[in-house]
């Protein structure tokens, strides 16, 4: 065997090779139908940029980044701490996204259904948010296992595989947030 | 995440129940990881659903055969070719592909399994999971609204006609979760087999000495990561419309009629290569090892499979020249799939190089080779015809178009599959199939192939559309059908013997020993079948053919690669 690579990270790239191309089609439809909705609420109506929110996904790629380094130099509880921060900040973009969801949803009434902007609305914006959810259990899984004694230097790749995956969901946010907050609207 | 990546295989050696018989049996092959019979139901599973994709055929073929039979109503038809092409793909070509893929990759590389066992195991029992539903909508289609059972909107399910306006009822549901299902299958086991094929290799094993047929399967699986994911966000987006009341492909309000199409091509031409490749990785082990010969040029058969890959994916539009997409598009489109032709026609030449001047032993698997190259240059002719736009306009969605199609899945893939199946059944059972039976099969199968789809592709240019289910007498279309669906009790005829010669071989077969055909890859350096651990011990893997260079140490093949 070759033992010098490892399968966990061919793996893992093939996995966001195959996760890209799924979004790609969600934002050459959302791209596509951009000003073609014949009736309103229009993006740039109820659409407010989620500065915020993207402050905090951005910045947990660094946390989880520190972590991954951490469990690499053998530093566990500093990698479980850079872990929870990265878990804290990933909850914080989401209450973003559901306070937004809500908004539209509960406040304006304007669903997937109400026209074209919201059919590729929902469904680009809920498939990031549903990665990030997915992202976070692993996340949360490692905390646990970092509290329970269970993660050990040993794991410093496993961990970073994790990383891998959530800098893979911050890079589509960047894409998402350019297409449906900056040139959509 | 934290999954294991230690080969899980081994517990398959131990016996896993106390209990024998039939109930211990199952239970083994249930709960198996391993790679090897993984392959196997792979396979079974992919020719159980031909002989069942087969008599959708024939049924139709049967209601074709004259002009103005009520033998199955027009609904039924509808749903026969939906069903038919369907099933073809995603329950016979994909699960055959993949399964050999199973079988063969990890032996070819000497590695003990694949990268990720479990995930294999996943892939397989998802894409059963699939068939199940596509063949529940059989029963369970009418769901609560009574109308229609079975997908009736054609394989390639054109939306805004998928829409739930156009198609009520749960048939067309099934169909799409179906193949969504199977999919997520198949982006599962094509990741495997990279990470399998990039970091599983045996020492000695480069890049540059991998059998042609692993690096078909390096390239098919990555195209598959790069189109399998739109079509299942193509499903996404028509599951939304149809049960979340979004208007992604609904015109009324401002939808596309067209975008369902770029989205299903996309996937939908790729992927007739994604099928076709690895064929073309079948012939090219299985022709030099029938001309005792190295295969002729390995580096450009090599690149002209990457090339396939690369350029395969920028051809799909050619389904859509009747759409009015503009002259830019269609000459681009026309002009790259012109330009797939040319990688596909080097490799000819390879085969043609490697059979030239070789000793020549017709055994059953280099009669399917042969077959296969005359059927599938006639494919790719006809294909360079349909590429030229206003040649499309004139044929489009007619029987030529049919007849293309099935020169290239039948003709091409179907006989290269017959080929692999008769050159390692050995490998995987320890018994040779009969060549008395196999030439049989063989000779039956081109003359009914031929028969058949030689003869379709005259209706079409007479202007007969696909899709109809009856016609008019008096359009010359009635003796060409008929000689048509004549083929097709030939071919059935072939295919039993095929599955008799199975059955009996299985029981009565010739020893085959570790190596019988003579051939050079690692495969036959393990017992036949190979025990679940693979390989006891390596051959030095120096060459592209490490079992040559063991049989000859006086005059290895490294010095002149």
Redesign the interface.
Known sequence: MNSTASRGRAGVIGFIVAETSLFAVFVVAYLFYIGKSPTGPYPKDVLELPILATICLLSSSVTVALAARALAAGRVARAGAWLFVTVLLGVAFLASTAQEWHRLIAERGFTIGTNLFGTTFYPLVGLHASHVILGLVMLSLCVVFACSGALRAVHAERVELVSWYWHFVDGVWVVVFTVVYVVGR | ??VS?EPAAVRDAAPTSEQSGILAILHDWVVTVDHKRLGIMYVVTGLVFLVIGGVEAFLMRLQLASPGLTLVPPDTFNRLFTVHGTTMVFLVGIPIVFGFANYLVPLMIG??DL??PR?NAFGFWILLFGAALLYFSFVGGDGLYGAGSAPAVGWFAYAPLSERAFTPGNATDYWNLSVLVTGFGT?AT???L???I??????GMTLGRMPVYVWTMLTVSAMT??????L???Q??LL?DRF?????FDTQ????AI?WQH?FWFFGHPEVYVLMVPGFGFVSEIIPVFSRKVIFGYATLVAATVSIGAVAMSTWAHHMFTVGMGGTLNSFFAASTMLVGVPTGVKIFNWLGTLYGGKLRFRTPLLFCCAFLFQFLCAGLTGIMLSVAPFDWQLSDSYFVVAHFHFVLFGGLLFTIFAALYYWFPKATGRMLSERLGRWHFWLLVVGFNLTFVTMHFPGLLGMPRRIYTYPADRGWDVLNLVTTLGVPIQALAVLIFVVNVVYSLRRGAQAGDNPWEAWTLEWATTSPPPAYNFAALPPITSRRPLWDVQHPDDPDGPHE
Request: charged share 5%; proline share 7%; net charge positive.
């Open positions: 995440m934290f990546t590695a003990r990268a990720f995930l982006i094509s990741i495997n990279i990470a399998t990039a970091t599983m290799r045996a020492p990561l790069l189109i399998l994911p739109p299942s966000a193509a996404i987006m939304l979340l009341g979004a208007h992604y309000a401002g939808g596309s975008i989205f």
